[in-house]
């Protein structure tokens, strides 16, 4: 899906959104701006829309599609004006390109308009990779990582290969498989807190999964998971670091780990 | 049965306090999965059979008046005598009825997730008629009094260490060496008999194949043959939606079925029943009768389900499902459990009795991901979802709070005003990294911390950073 530009060239200096995402923008600021330097560092005029807010995403899947449809408009008209989008979250970019159509089903004209930005619409990763053929230079960091691949980005997107490409340019840094690297970690959103057990049972297990790896840090490219992954290894006393991939990436991982003393 | 008295959530609960069930399902699903994944491994056309098996489906639902006519007009040909039944309690009505018709004082069963749909073993048991299940884990299941907890494994539930010891309870010359072979022994010499004593057979069909007028059905002991042939009376119980045009379409259906569902090539045992025996026949029924059953099937299609009509009862949804492999199937509290359960049973039972199910979901997608014919699971369950929230049965709370979200998020100053709030808020009960015992977090923080949020949002800093820009 997102390999369509696989053998032109990289666009020069496109002017890219960063749309930083609800979830990075309150929680976890590093990670908006690990995205940033990214995209710059890419050859990209990045700006960041200031009417931005929210994807839909729990409000779509709550059932709330009146309320799904509103945002999703106010999100094309917030970032239609752009050369690409690019957010680093699978699960939001994977809202507007595969849900906003759905959620505004009833209005061609609306539905017509998300098609047409969710095709300019990139996860992070994905866009460093697929469309700016982007290689981190000189970033380094001793130790070595595991990858929980988040389902959204995973499975609407097809975001496998290009974090991992990336992270492989990273010196120093050493990859260890994450037995069941493609199952859900039990986070899903409002599921998380709607049925708290079962989603305990899930991440419990992924924490485990984590902790058999050997890795040192936990890195994935969705802060809802990794919240959730980083909180679950936490309460467990484990002792692996979790950050976002773009901050490694972009050398700032020298700041407190998700759920550290910051 | 009890179970079905509490809540989803109750039923959860004791389900993930329960660790023998835990082992049982990570033995059953664990393994289905590797098998699978073996399967698909040695299979690399596997996308263009899946294709296939999707494309014959669609096929038939577009055209289901058709087939189903032509399936009745060759059934009746080669002597079947066939019936339709628009609800569940008609379909097992008529079982019964058949059954009385012919004097059965024992009928053998064939494991059917639709005689389960339509209540059928009850049914048989409140008219009197001795049911015996030939199926090893139906058998299980009989014997512990409970239901299925799998559409291909119903007995997923119970570890081998408790049917060892069931059988050893029940079984009149029961195993004395602790192997499976042994226990599988001691069912055989508990069942054989009862299969050639009984009356009258039911079964299943896997597939009704239309230009013929035979059915189908597969399985991995071999009991569909022995079952069928012996009585005198065969009673076929098979939903609409499994016609198939021809015997070649079925093979292609099967070709992803067994992969699906086992990890085989091939099914153990693929039976062909067409008609009663006619002159010259060595065995077979003297007569043969096809319940044709509705129950909903034509509902989904008017009302935006029609994808799920391509189920071909694999269970590969829920042996990758993260929450059926947590819960088992006997917390979703219908006859199908797991992702195709949360769909269908609302069908059945109505949603505000199972609103749950299409909530209790991570919406990952692996279900749709391994579906054999490409059903889109997440999206079906999304469906309900949006059906809860139009007929009111979303809790107050939760339609608060969303609401609450959405004005804020289309006035993009207030939702600054109220993301640096909630920041604060959070703030102020922060320690070491965490928020620790703030109101409203409680169900994320009974078992997991939950990271505190940096002192200020990416939008307040990146305006100060660049704000000249």
């Known amino acids: 899906m997102s390999n369509d530009r696989s053998v032109s060239s990289p666009p020069s200096s496109p002017r890219v959104a960063l749309f930083v995402t609800c979830l990075v923008d309150a929680m976890r600021p590093s990670v908006g701006f690990a995205a940033l330097k990214l995209l710059r560092a890419a050859g990209c005029r990045v700006e960041v829309p200031d009417a931005q807010t929210c994807c839909g995403q729990p409000a779509f899947n709550s059932g709330d599609t009146a309320d799904a449809a509103r945002l999703a408009r106010h999100f094309i008209e917030t970032f239609e004006g752009y050369d690409y989008v690019v957010a680093p979250s699978g699960s939001c970019v994977g809202m507007t390109r595969a849900h906003y159509p759905e959620a505004l089903a009833d209005d061609p004209a609306w539905a017509e308009r998300a098609r047409r930005l969710g095709e300019r619409t990139y996860e992070l990763t994905s866009f460093l990779v697929d469309v700016m053929r982007f290689a981190p230079a000189d970033v380094k960091l001793d130790g070595s990582f595991t990858y929980h691949d988040s389902c959204s980005g995973l499975r609407e997107l097809g975001v496998h290969d290009q974090p991992r490409a990336l992270l492989g340019k990273v010196s120093g840094l050493t990859l260890k498989p994450l037995e069941g690297n493609d199952v859900c970690c039990g986070f899903g959103g409002t599921f998380c807190v709607k049925y708290p057990a079962i989603s305990n049972a899930v991440v419990g297990e992924k924490a485990e999964a984590i902790e058999r790896s050997g890795a040192q840090l936990l890195l994935g490219g969705d802060l809802g998971c990794l919240m959730n992954m980083a909180g679950k290894l936490k309460r467990k006393g484990s002792a692996v670091r979790a950050y976002h991939a773009a901050e490694v990436l972009a050398g700032m991982a020298d700041g407190p780990a998700i759920g550290e003393e910051g | 049965m009890e179970q079905a008295t509490l809540s989803f959530k109750a039923r959860a609960e004791r389900a993930l306090a329960d660790p023998t069930l835990k082992i049982a399902i990570d033995r059953t699903t664990g393994t289905a999965e590797r098998k699978r994944a073996l399967a698909m491994s040695q299979f690399p056309q596997f996308e263009a059979a899946r294709d296939r098996a999707r494309r014959i489906k669609d096929h038939v639902i577009a055209n289901l008046e058709h087939y189903l006519l032509?399936?009745?007009?060759?059934?009746?040909?080669?002597?079947?005598?066939?019936?339709?039944?628009?609800?569940?309690?008609?379909?097992?009505?008529?079982?019964?009825?058949?059954?009385?018709?012919?004097?059965?004082?024992?009928?053998?069963?064939?494991?059917?997730?639709?005689?389960?749909?339509?209540?059928?073993?009850?049914?048989?048991?409140?008219?009197?008629?001795?049911?015996?299940?030939?199926?090893?884990?139906?058998?299980?299941?009989?014997?512990?009094?409970?239901?299925?907890?799998?559409?291909?494994?119903?007995?997923?539930?119970?570890?081998?260490?408790?049917?060892?010891?069931?059988?050893?309870?029940?079984?009149?010359?029961?195993?004395?060496?602790?192997?499976?072979?042994?226990?599988?022994?001691?069912?055989?010499?508990?069942?054989?008999?009862?299969?050639?004593?009984?009356?009258?057979?039911?079964?299943?069909?896997?597939?009704?194949?239309?230009?013929?007028?035979?059915?189908?059905?597969?399985?991995?002991?071999?009991?569909?043959?022995?079952?069928?042939?012996?009585?005198?009376?065969?009673?076929?119980?098979?939903?609409?939606?499994?016609?198939?045009?021809?015997?070649?379409?079925?093979?292609?259906?099967?070709?992803?079925?067994?992969?699906?569902?086992?990890?085989?090539?091939?099914?153990?045992?693929?039976?062909?029943?067409?008609?009663?025996?006619?002159?010259?026949?060595?065995?077979?029924?003297?007569?043969?009768?096809?319940?044709?059953?509705?129950?909903?099937?034509?509902?989904?299609?008017?009302?935006?389900?029609?994808?799920?009509?391509?189920?071909?009862?694999?269970?590969?949804?829920?042996?990758?499902?993260?929450?059926?492999?947590?819960?088992?199937?006997?917390?979703?509290?219908?006859?199908?459990?797991?992702?195709?359960?949360?769909?269908?049973?609302?069908?059945?039972?109505?949603?505000?009795?199972?609103?749950?199910?299409?909530?209790?979901?991570?919406?990952?997608?692996?279900?749709?991901?391994?579906?054999?014919?490409?059903?889109?699971?997440?999206?079906?369950?999304?469906?309900?979802?949006?059906?809860?929230?139009?007929?009111?049965?979303?809790?107050?709370?939760?339609?608060?709070?969303?609401?609450?979200?959405?004005?804020?998020?289309?006035?993009?100053?207030?939702?600054?005003?109220?993301?640096?709030?909630?920041?604060?808020?959070?703030?102020?009960?922060?320690?070491?990294?965490?928020?620790?015992?703030?109101?409203?977090?409680?169900?994320?923080?009974?078992?997991?911390?939950?990271?505190?949020?940096?002192?200020?949002?990416?939008?307040?800093?990146?305006?100060?950073?660049?704000?000249?820009?």
């Open chain 2, 70 to 469: 032509e399936f009745e007009r060759n059934a009746i040909a080669s002597g079947a005598k066939v019936y339709w039944a628009a609800t569940a309690e008609e379909a097992s009505q008529i079982v019964v009825r058949l059954c009385k018709e012919a004097g059965a004082k024992r009928v053998t069963r064939v494991k059917s997730m639709l005689g389960e749909e339509i209540g059928l073993p009850h049914a048989l048991d409140e008219a009197g008629i001795d049911r015996v299940e030939t199926d090893l884990a139906e058998h299980i299941v009989q014997l512990g009094g409970d239901r299925p907890s799998h559409i291909v494994w119903p007995s997923m539930h119970r570890t081998r260490e408790q049917v060892s010891e069931m059988f050893k309870r029940r079984h009149r010359a029961p195993h004395q060496e602790e192997t499976i072979e042994a226990m599988v022994d001691s069912a055989r010499r508990e069942l054989r008999d009862k299969f050639l004593s009984a009356d009258v057979a039911i079964s299943g069909a896997n597939f009704l194949i239309a230009d013929s007028g035979a059915t189908c059905t597969v399985t991995n002991e071999g009991n569909a043959e022995l079952t069928t042939t012996p009585p005198r009376v065969h009673i076929v119980t098979a939903g609409i939606e499994k016609l198939v045009p021809s015997m070649g379409h079925a093979i292609a259906m099967l070709r992803v079925l067994v992969r699906s569902a086992t990890g085989a090539d091939v099914t153990q045992y693929t039976t062909f029943h067409c008609g009663p025996k006619q002159a010259g026949d060595r065995d077979g029924p003297e007569e043969f009768h096809i319940v044709l059953v509705d129950n909903g099937r034509t509902r989904m299609l008017r009302e935006g389900m029609r994808e799920m009509l391509r189920c071909i009862r694999c269970g590969a949804c829920m042996n990758h499902c993260v929450v059926f492999r947590q819960l088992g199937g006997h917390v979703y509290g219908g006859t199908y459990p797991g992702p195709m359960g949360a769909v269908l049973t609302p069908v059945f039972d109505g949603l505000e009795k199972s609103r749950d199910l299409p909530h209790a979901c991570t919406m990952n997608g692996k279900c749709q991901e391994v579906c054999p014919v490409a059903i889109p699971l997440p999206t079906l369950l999304r469906g309900w979802r949006d059906r809860s929230w139009r007929e009111g049965l979303e809790p107050g709370v939760v339609r608060f709070g969303l609401g609450v979200h959405t004005f804020f998020a289309l006035r993009p100053r207030l939702y600054r005003l109220a993301t640096a709030m909630a920041i604060r808020v959070m703030r102020l009960f922060s320690r070491g990294g965490v928020v620790r015992g703030m109101p409203g977090l409680g169900a994320w923080t009974a078992h997991r911390e939950f990271p505190a949020p940096a002192r200020r949002s990416f939008m307040e800093m990146y305006k100060d950073q660049e704000g000249g820009r």
